[in-house]
């Protein structure tokens, strides 16, 4: 009787393991719109709660904020430095281009570290990154609306009325919400993998505050430095939106941004500048969402 020979098996060889390849994470919209809208919305609204916790005034403080500001601005300025000049209601004015200019403010310094300050969020849950930044914008917005009720509430005391071209205003709030979209996508995306983003922006955003006509008249620029100067102020969508809201919620007299460019057609200058951050911002953001928790 012949041995039996026991069978070998030889095992199946392992699938080639590929440790330097980058771990593709969830994308920076998801799968569902519906989901990606109520998750900006609910850390929106919570980051808005949350900033008057425990506070005695409470939301108050939101509209207390642009007061104060506009008591400072208006008596240095317009009452002992005489900065407005003959233009109506600069002071009013003023306090319009630092509202408009604080609305961007507040949203791109919240976007610059809002991925990485949310790190064991993104780490652990599977949810499209975009929320974080889109609800840093929400927020924003939230109080810039806010903040446009003192606006409205001095401009009627200065002896302002209601006009047609209040219509203009929503407009020039989508420029600008365009523009911090774009900006706020950028920002928080590149500041994941260079932390040197924040400094480099705080600066970024001192120079646009004087490059942009909120404590002085356009008019000025034009009457000290040339035409072209303003011109070249109106080149950013900032600029463009503070000069138009002025024209259209203030009075008139203010010059529009096509008046200063001397056509209509001159106004797509600001605008595409608008669109092209937004989506240059929408791309980078897009290509380094996957990858966002590998580089955390």
């Not at 430095?81 to 281009?97: Q, R, S, T, W």
Request: proline fraction near 7%.
């Amino acid at each position: 009787m012949s041995a039996v020979t026991p069978e070998v098996t030889t095992p199946a060889p392992l699938a080639p393991r590929h440790p330097g390849r980058r771990v593709v994470g969830p994308t920076a919209f998801g799968q569902d719109w519906a989901r990606f809208w109520r998750l900006s919305w609910t850390l929106a609204i919570t980051d808005f709660k949350l900033r008057f916790f425990g506070s005695a005034l409470g939301y108050l403080w939101q509209l207390m904020r642009p007061l104060l500001l506009f008591g400072v601005i208006y008596i240095v300025f317009a009452e002992i430095l005489k900065v407005g000049g003959d233009e109506p209601n600069f002071g009013v004015a003023m306090l319009l281009g630092v509202v408009i200019f604080q609305f961007f403010t507040d949203s791109t310094s919240a976007a610059v570290q809002s991925i990485v300050m949310r790190e064991n969020l993104v780490r652990k849950i599977d949810f499209p990154r975009m929320a974080v930044p889109t609800a840093c914008v929400i927020e924003a917005l939230m109080n810039f609306l806010l903040n446009l009720i003192p606006v409205f509430l001095f401009l009627m005391l200065a002896g302002g009325s209601v006009s047609p071209r209040w219509i203009e205003l929503p407009l020039v709030i989508l420029l600008v919400l365009v523009f911090l979209s774009g900006c706020s996508m950028l920002l928080s995306a590149l500041y994941v993998r260079y932390r040197d983003v924040q400094p480099i922006w705080d600066v970024v955003m001192q120079a646009l505050f004087y490059a942009t006509p909120i404590l002085y008249s356009l008019s000025i620029v034009i009457d000290k430095v040339g035409i072209t100067a303003a011109r070249i102020l109106l080149i950013s969508p900032l600029g463009a939106g503070i000069q138009q809201a002025r024209h259209a919620v203030i009075s008139p007299q203010y010059a529009s941004p096509s008046e200063v460019f001397g056509g209509m057609v001159y106004d797509l200058i600001p605008i595409s500048v608008a669109v092209a951050t937004f989506g240059l911002g929408l791309l980078v953001f897009v290509r380094m969402a996957p990858h966002i928790a590998e580089e955390l």
